[in-house]
């Protein structure tokens, strides 16, 4: 037997009202906010991530699902949205539209990941974009964005951690002293820091090994190094912050993975979602456009995983609205009665009104058990006798009252009681 591959799952019927309800939010936020749906491709070259995400980060060292193409192209799933979003907005000239161009998206990421609860090597996320401005108070918009959709969800108990990590001007000032820092302090800390210290030093910030923890707590701190104009606006963006009266955790230690932020950064923070208790994050990244060959564009964004909302919303028990069941069902015996039900679902379907046949050959019984079970409201039952008189028994389920009604009116009648069916998401 086959099983879905490490790290993947199916997302079955019965769990799509959850994605259709925070759907339904993000489409609605985006309303609110003025974001438009855009969409990029699945594979992008993989040297747009190495230059884009960076080397020396653990998706482009060790995350990627990276092949070559039968033309000998290297491809990469893509491991993060932003990237793709600003090779298309460089790619289609959208610096001469309005700026920001704001935009979002949703839609699967691929990491080559250790698997476990809340981490999977296939994700879903929404991706959130403002590109050509460098306004901190676009950031707040941003942070205002994920802030509301987790509160339209009805979340509780999160936590917005928020941080500056500098820009190109001062953050190798800060880096320099962090590097010489680690180095006094080389032996304490694990393997992996050691390597960090090399690779990537800002990385060395969010290192979870107990050991590495007091080391980590006596850091030199970004904040004192940043240059005027970080200083300048980050604190705009906590002036913002705090006019809302959106409350944020000041935290020195969050750095995020990707090498293409500048200045803010920030994470939301929840309980109860697995190991990993990030159900959201972004910031500013006005590097990324260089980095992938474009001229300089600043831009915020923000992305969350959609599975880790889910797992949320069971955690918090929030309530999501059950797809609907077509309320007619037709339940027939014999050849001819068939023939009448096949007739009858399609007349109803194509008024708009919700039908279902039962298939195959079983009892009259066994039918209204489907119906009970489906939940329809009315059952619309066609045996030989009813065939032979030219009516339909029409079973009110909730009530369990049952009428007889000529087959020649029972389409009209019924479309008549029940609502138009509405747009279905399964
Ligand atoms: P990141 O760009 O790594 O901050 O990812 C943005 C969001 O995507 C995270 O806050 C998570 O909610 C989600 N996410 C990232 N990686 C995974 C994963 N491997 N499995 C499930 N969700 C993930």
Request: charged share 25%; with cysteine; glycine share 10%.
């Amino acid at each position: 037997m086959y099983q879905a591959p490490r790290g993947t799952q199916d997302v079955l019927p019965e769990d799509q009202p959850y994605l259709a309800t925070i759907e339904a939010a993000i489409r609605r936020m985006a309303g609110l906010y003025g974001y438009r749906r855009m969409d990029t491709p699945i594979f992008e070259a993989t040297s747009l991530f190495v230059r884009g995400v960076g080397e020396g980060t653990d998706i482009v060292d060790k995350e990627m699902y990276t092949f070559e193409d039968k033309g000998g192209d290297s491809l990469t799933l893509r491991p993060e949205y932003t990237a793709g979003i600003m090779r298309a907005y460089l790619e289609h000239g959208m610096h001469t539209r309005p700026q920001p161009v704001k935009v979002y998206t949703i839609g699967p990421i691929f990491r080559y990941e250790r698997p476990q609860a809340g981490r999977f090597r296939q994700h879903t996320q929404v991706d959130v974009e403002a590109i050509g401005e460098s306004d901190p108070a676009l950031d707040v918009e941003i942070m205002s964005f994920a802030a509301q959709l987790y509160s339209e969800l009805g979340f509780t108990g999160l936590s917005f951690q928020v941080n500056s990590i500098g820009c190109p001007v001062c953050r190798p000032g800060y880096v320099h002293s962090l590097v010489q820092y680690y180095q006094q302090h080389r032996e304490a800390v694990c393997p992996d820091c050691r390597r960090r210290l090399a690779r990537n030093p800002l990385r060395l910030l969010d290192c979870k090994e107990e050991r590495c923890q007091p080391v980590i707590e006596a850091a030199p701190r970004v904040e004192h190094d940043l240059c005027p104009e970080c200083s300048r606006h980050f604190a705009l963006v906590l002036n913002y912050l705090d006019r809302l009266g959106r409350p944020y955790v000041l935290n020195h230690r969050l750095v995020r993975g990707l090498d293409y932020y500048t200045r803010t950064v920030f994470e939301v923070w929840a309980q109860g979602i697995g190991a990993q208790n990030a159900l959201g994050g972004g910031g500013r990244y006005d590097g990324l456009a260089q980095a992938i060959g474009g001229p300089h564009t600043p831009a915020v964004g923000f992305a969350s995983g959609i599975e880790r909302a889910v797992l949320l919303m069971r955690e918090q028990e929030l309530a999501v609205a059950a797809t609907p069941e077509p309320p007619l069902l037709v339940a027939t015996q014999g050849d001819e009665a068939k023939a009448a039900g096949v007739s009858l679902v399609n007349a109803w379907r194509g008024r708009g009104v919700g039908a279902g046949l039962s298939f195959g050959e079983r009892s009259l019984r066994a039918q209204l058990r489907q119906a009970n079970r489906a939940g329809s409201r009315y059952v619309v039952i066609i045996g030989p006798e009813e065939m032979a008189a030219g009516v339909a028994a029409v079973r009110d389920m909730a009530s369990g009252e049952q009428e007889t009604l000529p087959l020649a009116v029972v389409v009209e009648a019924l479309s008549a009681r029940v609502q138009p069916t509405q747009e279905r998401d399964g």
